[in-house]
């Protein structure tokens, strides 16, 4: 029935019965879960959210974007409130944690080719209620509620950029500064929006297609990195860390200004 319907959508009729075929994927991977070992149960999973998801779009046009774009994974960014709503009541509560679980783990993996720092700390979050989860130290009811507002953060960092008037790879920098320590929070916001475009061109400016393992390349970028910090009135005690953090972050992203 998944192959017939794939094949369908987005035809009418197909689309009249979306929700019975949704609801059948879910009960399928649900008694898949408990009969099938890992690697089988996460292929059917795929099936289920293929179904589920693609309700889910903040869209107008109702259409099974998977089939259509061959995508195996939604933008969380473009996910609805109606959405995370829906998958707060599914009647497959389990279901529901690994359907969370999967779609932010892969927007995690995304966006850890762009943001070192916020992916790793929703990688951090994400695996702290996992593990709390699996151990049972809370309830399916409290890691769907938790995974949710994990979803709704990862939503609203995505749109910090804006916000903040910085590009994608300037927001980068930016989080790489430990805005949210105390002692850098004193530097302001308009500050370190000025240290972190000037941080992306200083990079982008000295970066090489093999600048990683080239030390000396690696050494003068680094002190061009403390010099900035320093120019800006940055924390001396913070600024070794920052500089280690800021290299690896240009390390993500420098190798696409090489190329």
């Not at 473009?78 to 995370?84: A, G, H, K, R």
């Not at 994400?126 to 990862?154: D, F, G, K, P, S």
Request: no cysteine.
């Amino acid at each position: 029935m998944t192959g017939a319907f794939a094949l369908s959508v987005p035809h009418e009729q197909a689309l009249a019965v979306r929700e019975e075929v949704g609801f059948y994927q879910a009960v399928r991977s649900a008694i898949i879960k408990v009969t099938v070992e890992g690697a089988r149960f996460t292929e059917d999973l795929d099936h289920a959210i293929q179904q589920i998801v693609s309700r889910a779009v903040a869209s107008d046009e109702v259409i099974d974007i998977f089939a259509a774009a061959g995508l195996k994974k939604p933008d969380i960014s473009i996910l609805s409130d109606e959405f995370l709503e829906e998958v707060a009541h599914m009647p497959q509560p389990n279901l529901a944690v690994e359907l969370l679980r999967k779609l932010l783990n892969d927007e995690i993996k995304d966006r850890s080719r762009r943001n070192l720092v916020q992916s790793r700390s929703f990688a951090e979050m994400l695996e702290r209620t996992i593990r709390a989860y699996q151990n049972r130290a809370i309830a399916t009811a409290q890691v769907i509620e938790e995974l949710i507002e994990l979803a709704r953060n990862m939503r609203e960092a995505s749109r910090r950029g804006e916000q903040l008037d910085l590009t994608e790879d300037e927001l980068a920098f930016y989080d790489a500064l430990e805005v949210n320590d105390s002692a850098v929070k004193v530097l302001g916001d308009e500050n370190l929006r000025l240290i972190a475009r000037e941080l992306v061109e200083t990079v982008r400016r000295n970066v090489t297609i093999d600048w990683t393992v080239k030390e000396n390349v690696r050494a003068r970028l680094r002190v061009m990195v403390k010099r900035v910090l320093r120019k800006h009135g940055y924390p001396p005690d913070k600024q070794e860390k920052a500089t280690l953090t800021v290299l690896e972050q240009a390390e993500l992203i420098a190798k696409d200004w090489t190329e």
